[in-house]
């Protein structure tokens, strides 16, 4: 069995993101072996879709459940599509969570998170409206 931990670091001791879409890093994992892949989510900048894609992609993965804060309505709809269970995680550590779901500690996402509009209300990334502009 695959799961997937949205996680703001590469490995095991890094701390799980509360975000699914626009997580830092996915670690996809067998829990019984802990073998692990950390992949960079190429998404988390998007302007939107960011829970479609990343979604998606646990679905090429061959991902059966996620765990991960909180799922958008796009994201979790995907994922329900896909057959991908999503849990809760109650924060700490990935290494944390994985003994979480071990122990059936993890209750299972029944509402659905909130639409992120992007990254920011801002119109521009990292150029100020100095004198002149």
């Known amino acids: 069995m695959k799961i997937a931990i949205t996680s703001m ?7 799980v993101d509360p975000r699914f879409g ?7 994992i067998d829990p019984d072996t802990m073998e692990f892949e950390a992949i960079e989510n190429q998404g ?17 993965r061959g991902v059966q459940a996620v765990i991960t804060g909180s799922v958008g309505p796009n994201a979790h709809q995907t994922l329900s599509a896909a057959g991908i269970e999503m849990y809760q995680s109650a924060g700490g ?3 944390q969570t994985i003994d979480d779901y071990k ?3 993890l209750k299972p996402i029944s509402e659905i998170g909130p639409a992120h509009r992007g990254m920011g209300g801002g119109g521009g990334r990292g150029r100020g409206l100095g004198p002149g502009r």
């Open 44 to 60: 988390n900048e998007a302007a939107h879709g960011a829970g479609i894609q990343s979604g998606q992609l646990m679905s090429s």
């Open 9 to 15: 670091g590469a490995d095991l001791d890094a701390q």
């Open 93 to 95: 550590t990935v290494a």
């Open 22 to 28: 626009r997580a830092q890093y996915f670690i996809i």
């Open 103 to 105: 122990s059936a500690k």
